[in-house]
């Protein structure tokens, strides 16, 4: 096993093995671009080392042999007194940490060849800046000490000259500051600076090695989702200067706007500087632009070569560059970060500059991005006042007056206040107060809070560890960090986008793309703006290449209208109880109460026109495209009185003697029907099976509905779906009941009918028997939702809350099984029933509804399993159809 490569040896196809940093090092100087030579060892070097505590034996004789052939490139030894090697020793992992594990310059230099770099330079100044840099970096990266020691000592040199800048130290005060960085050093941790130049190599490979485990990393990649044993892979590279005088500097660059992806020149350059000062903000840089009159043949060669990378990347590059006394080098390139807007732009230039074709435009862009942009939006034009900033945890932008409690959340919104609920941080008793608010706002927790996680679950804004706020939830206030009060009842803006808080309310402007979708902004037309005519560039592409077809839930014909324009290709699950509610909720209660067949027929005849109302209105919205209706699911007591109040009511009737007869009634029937595990009880077709003639009413009303519809030259393509079946038999009697149904129907209106019937897959028996219920069922929709609950034996509105922030923090789930499908369990259950359904009939039409079949991660699963269809909500819709066209492309 070879555990380090040469710079000249790699590619940028060896992230995984050389890190990010590394492999496009490789790659540039392989490009022939000007790197400083160097070379890397591996992410396994470091794994080996994580792993065993040690060094892999061969790696110290493999390192001493790439220092050779580099120390006879360069013509010096590594610290040599008279004309000392210099390198830097970079941390580099597979994606990049920002900030997380730090690198140190200047290697090589001590006592003895700080004097050779100066004379060698000719530039006394130069060589102690970069030896007291060196101890700086060492100390605080290596050894580990408090870096504020050492700024400290900085600006007491500066403030006894009385100079503001550090390029006003000369190279006496430099002496002096260095003299001072090396008692620190021997203060904070007993020994002295190590003046052996492979001792200091040796100890910082080390240190980047630790690095990956320090707890700041440790949580960055916790909330990024990066695996903990990738390891981190170390660059050793020989030095170049920025710091020589005014024809040196160092600089950062895009090679197009991160912003809106408009090719210019974008970047900071800084005279006379070493690379960390530009990040740090230590002095102010100045436009890169600016460089042409500075520096005008290191500029045109800069713009070369961002072009070259522009070419070769295909994509938007950043880069970190070095110029020493005229000649530029490049220290590090990148596929840059972009804003989301920003993705879908850049990839459509592309595409139109003819570097990336439609399907690669597609994988440059994500669901996650198209969502993000679909959030209405704070607008930016707005005077406001920010008070704060936490962690972006759940996009959205939420207004409401501040409140500090949940008992306080759920009664202002009661009497119709738009509230944020604000705690330090939330725990299963704030749930009620999380539901009733607007947006969640904490001082405490990541993303993998308990505020975080359930705000994702309801689809709710949420900000969350800003904790530069004060919270006190006691007296009900809040306290920024400048000493500003937001007391209960003041109103609070936060963006879960940005994580920004801000006092008052900030006007709230709809997203372009949201417009765009709904037909409000067209495209083609002269004021469409550049994003939401990328949007409908991808989304085309996207339409272009996809399998799976995308279908919404809705249960309304204006629900189906929304769908159909953001796309829907029909709808893949219409819930029939939401068609109960309201004024005839009590018509349900007379069918549930009733005594006799009359009484219940009664009940019924009253609500099948009301229904077959419904499917018309639906049918139409979906004219020519398939509507799948699900019967009754639900349990029955969801539609009677609260249990308690009923009680109240009839004891109270009781105590005054009052006839109280219905409510006695009432209250029997719903005692009759509690359930101790409503989910798990009396619903789905049980409940067909077990009142007479409710399905076949929901069936009469379908078939009348679709009857209707044709006579008035429409084209109705009902679906009937079954939920809850466990087994065949099941579906086979109510299979017969409808058919019959359905004949009379056809009888009775003279109209021929093509109703397909098929049933939901979400119990762990039904999708085990797939087989044997594909002999009565011409389709299958997989309710991943209830399929989910039931394989994993846990109840969502009970967990979520509970213990799955601990779950999630102990990496016993990556993400809740809830928002991304479990591939392993729930997924494999999904794949064998696909393979037994379709191997008893052929042509059964296979879909998912439930909220995976808008979750990016599941859309590609369900792609590869090989359904026919996804459906989701209609606001989800351009996220799974996207979705769908990368998992094809
Ligand atoms: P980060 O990942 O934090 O950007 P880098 O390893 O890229 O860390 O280095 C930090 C800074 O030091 C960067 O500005 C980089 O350009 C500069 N730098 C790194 N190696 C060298 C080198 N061999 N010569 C000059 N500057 C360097
Ligand atoms: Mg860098
Ligand atoms: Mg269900």
Not at 203 to 218: G, H, P, Q
Not at 314 to 342: H, N, P, S
Not at 714 to 741: C, F, H, N, S, W
Request: hydrophobic share 40%; aromatic share 6%.
């Amino acid at each position: 096993q070879k555990f380090v490569y040469d710079f000249t040896e790699g590619n940028r196809d060896l992230k995984d093995l050389l890190g990010g940093k590394g492999a496009n090092l490789a790659e540039m100087t392989n490009l022939g671009l000007p790197v400083p030579p160097g070379f890397t060892i591996t992410t396994e070097a470091c794994k080996v080392y994580l792993e065993s505590g040690s060094e892999p034996a061969a790696l110290r004789d493999e390192v001493s042999a790439h220092l050779d052939a580099l120390e006879r490139t360069m013509g010096k030894k590594l610290g040599q007194a008279d004309d000392p090697l210099l390198v830097s020793v970079r941390s580099g992992a597979k994606f990049s940490m920002p900030g997380m594990m730090d690198t140190v310059l200047n290697i090589g230099l001590s006592d003895e060849s700080v004097v050779g770099l100066a004379r060698q330079a000719d530039n006394e100044r130069f060589a102690w800046d970069s030896y007291r840099r060196l101890i700086q970096m060492f100390g605080k990266t290596v050894l580990g000490v408090d870096g504020e020691h050492f700024e400290d000592a900085l600006d007491e040199a500066k403030s006894a000259k009385k100079v503001a800048s550090d390029t006003d130290l000369d190279a006496e005060d430099l002496k002096k500051v260095v003299e001072r960085f090396k008692e620190i050093v021997k203060a904070d941790t007993g020994r002295d600076f190590p003046q052996d130049p492979r001792e200091q190599m040796d100890l910082a490979i080390e240190a980047v090695f630790n690095s990956w485990n320090t707890d700041r990393a440790k949580l960055y990649r916790r909330q990024e989702r990066i695996p903990g044993d990738l390891g981190t892979a170390v660059n050793v590279c020989s030095m170049v200067f920025g710091n020589l005088g005014p024809d040196s500097g160092t600089g950062v660059a895009f090679t197009r706007d991160p912003a809106s992806g408009h090719q210019g020149v974008y970047g900071d350059y800084l005279q006379n500087a070493q690379g960390e000062d530009v990040v740090a903000g230590i002095r102010n840089t100045v436009p890169l632009a600016d460089l042409e009159s500075i520096d005008k043949k290191s500029y045109d060669q800069l713009m070369q070569i961002m072009e070259t990378l522009e070419t070769h990347y295909k994509d938007l590059c950043d880069i970190e560059f070095t110029i020493e006394r005229g000649q530029l080098w490049m220290l590090q390139t990148r596929v840059g970060k972009r804003t989301a807007g920003a993705a879908f732009r850049i990839a459509t230039q592309l595409v139109d500059q003819g570097l990336i074709d439609e399907a690669e435009a597609l994988q440059r862009v994500t669901g996650a991005q198209l969502a993000q942009l679909m959030f209405p939006k704070f607008d930016e034009d707005a005077k406001v006042e920010q008070i704060g900033r936490g962690i972006a945890a759940s996009p959205g932008a939420a207004v409401g007056k501040a409140v500090f409690d949940s008992y306080t959340a759920v009664k202002w919104s009661r009497s119709g206040e738009k509230v944020i609920l604000i705690r330090r941080e939330t725990n299963p008793d704030d749930l009620d107060g999380m539901i009733a608010a607007e947006g969640i706002l904490t001082s405490r927790g990541g993303k993998t809070s308990h505020a975080a996680v359930v705000a994702r679950g309801m689809g709710k804004t949420c900000v969350c560890g800003a904790e530069e706020l004060e919270v006190d939830t006691k007296r009900r206030r809040l306290t920024t960090a400048s000493g500003v009060v937001v007391e209960e009842g003041d109103v609070v803006s936060i963006d879960g986008s940005t994580g920004k808080v801000y006092l008052g309310e900030v006007p709230v402007v709809p997203s372009p793309v949201v417009e765009y979708f709904e037909g409000r902004m067209h495209a083609g037309a002269d004021d469409a703006d550049e994003l939401v005519q990328a949007v409908h560039r991808i989304m085309a592409y996207a339409d272009r290449v996809r399998r799976l077809r995308v279908r919404a839930n809705a249960d309304n014909a204006e629900d189906a209208s929304r769908a159909r324009r953001f796309g829907a290709q029909g709808i893949g699950l219409c819930r029939t109880e939401h068609m109960f509610l309201g004024e005839r909720r009590q018509y349900v209660e007379r069918l549930i109460l009733a005594d006799t067949d009359a009484e219940r027929d009664e009940a019924l005849k009253a609500l099948l026109p009301l229904q077959k109302t419904d499917f018309v209105e639906l049918f139409e919205a979906m004219d020519g495209l398939p509507v799948t209706v699900r019967l009754l699911d639900p349990p029955l007591h969801e539609f009677l009185p609260d249990i308690t109040e009923l009680s109240v009511r009839v004891a109270l009737a009781e105590s005054r003697k009052e006839p109280h007869e219905n409510d006695l009634r009432l209250l029997q029937a719903v005692h009759r029907l509690h359930e101790q595990n409503p989910m798990l009880g009396l619903r789905g077709v049980r409940l067909g099976l077990v009142i007479p003639g409710l399905f076949t009413m929901q069936v009469r009303a379908i078939a009348e509905a679709a009857a209707a519809r044709i006579e008035a030259k429409g084209d109705p393509r009902a679906e009937i779906m079954i939920p809850l079946v466990g087994t065949v038999q099941e579906l086979e009697i109510v299979r017969e009941d409808a058919e019959k149904v359905i004949a009379e129907v056809v009888a009775e209106t003279g109209v021929e009918l093509k109703l397909a019937l098929g049933t939901m897959i979400e119990l762990p028996r039904a999708a085990v028997t797939a087989g044997q219920i594909a002999e009565a069922a011409e389709f299958f929709s997989f309710g991943t939702n209830d399929l989910t609950q039931t394989v994993w034996g846990f109840s969502r509105d009970d967990v979520e809350a509970s213990f799955f922030t601990a779950y999630l923090e102990k990496g016993i789930f990556g993400v809740s099984p809830f928002e991304t499908i479990d591939k392993d369990g729930v997924g494999s259950l999904v794949r064998s029933a696909v393979q037994a359904g379709r191997a008893t009939r052929p042509d059964i039409k296979l879909g998912v509804c439930g909220e995976h079949g808008g979750d990016p991660e599941s859309v590609h699963f369900f792609h590869e399993v090989g359904l026919d269809y996804v459906s989701c909500s209609p606001f989800r819709i351009p996220v799974a159809r996207l979705e769908a066209g990368r998992a094809a492309a």
